[in-house]
């Protein structure tokens, strides 16, 4: 069966910093991969997906993630971190039965410390 | 061009009263997913939709959660005779296949039992 495991419930950087979010998964089968981002009472907003085309994956508000296979890997990065990423991460895969449901890890909370 | 809506935002209830959640998908979209956030949880899978078909709700509680996508109108998850336990956040997606890669969330709805 497909998961994800998020390591790290609360990551706290400083405005500029690296950000990286860890995601590792579990799949018997090619997957599809995702990361979310939710902020304070708001939904959820996808920052970038992996279906098997490119390895990194560049999404939206300068984030980016690299699938890498060998260590079932797909974590989350950003060069430089801004206040307004401060928000709860989510990193997900498609799961079992072909039915398009997705599978979200515990999620990360990204603090951003001026 | 609007998102996918979901009423009310908030909802209170008692326990043992009903909750009626309501989302309405992006237009042209016509299968629904419903996730449910318990508070500091990732999101859990309940019930995938098609119009008037119930696909997959291999993660619906057995007793007092029903689901509905009429041909009109929006999908309705129906909890009948809340307890504590069921206050949380209710997603909804929506989606115009049902691989779940192009899927779009609402803003959820809040439901506290008291």
């Known amino acids: 069966a497909q998961s994800v495991t998020q390591l790290g419930s609360h990551v706290s950087v400083s405005e500029g910093a690296l950000v990286l979010l860890r995601c590792n998964y579990s799949s018997s089968v090619p997957p599809y991969l995702f990361w979310y981002v939710q902020y304070p009472n708001q939904g959820l907003q996808l920052l970038l997906k992996?279906?098997?085309?490119?390895?990194l994956v560049k999404g939206i508000n300068g984030f980016e993630a690299e699938f890498k296979k060998s260590e079932t890997s797909f974590h989350l990065t950003k060069p430089s971190a801004h206040m307004s990423d401060a928000a709860e991460y989510f990193c997900a895969v498609i799961g079992s039965g072909n039915t398009g449901k997705l599978i979200f890890g515990q999620g990360t909370t990204l603090q951003v410390k001026p | 061009n609007a998102g996918v809506m979901q009423n009310p935002r908030h909802l209170v209830r008692r326990r043992g009263q009903e909750a009626r959640l309501r989302c309405s998908p992006m237009?042209?979209?016509?299968?629904v997913y419903w996730y449910r956030q318990l508070p500091e949880e990732g999101l859990k899978f309940m019930v995938y939709l098609q119009k008037e078909n119930i696909i997959d709700e291999s993660g619906m509680p057995k007793e007092r959660f029903s689901a509905e996508f009429p041909k009109e109108g929006p999908s309705i998850l129906r909890i009948q005779q809340v307890v504590r336990g069921d206050s949380a956040a209710y997603f909804c997606?929506?989606?115009?296949?049902?691989?779940?890669?192009?899927?779009?969330f609402g803003q959820g709805t809040r439901l506290t039992v008291v």
């Open positions: 237009k042209g979209h016509s299968h």
């Open positions: 997606a929506s989606s115009n296949t049902d691989r779940g890669t192009e899927a779009f």
């Open positions: 992996y279906t098997s085309a490119a390895t």
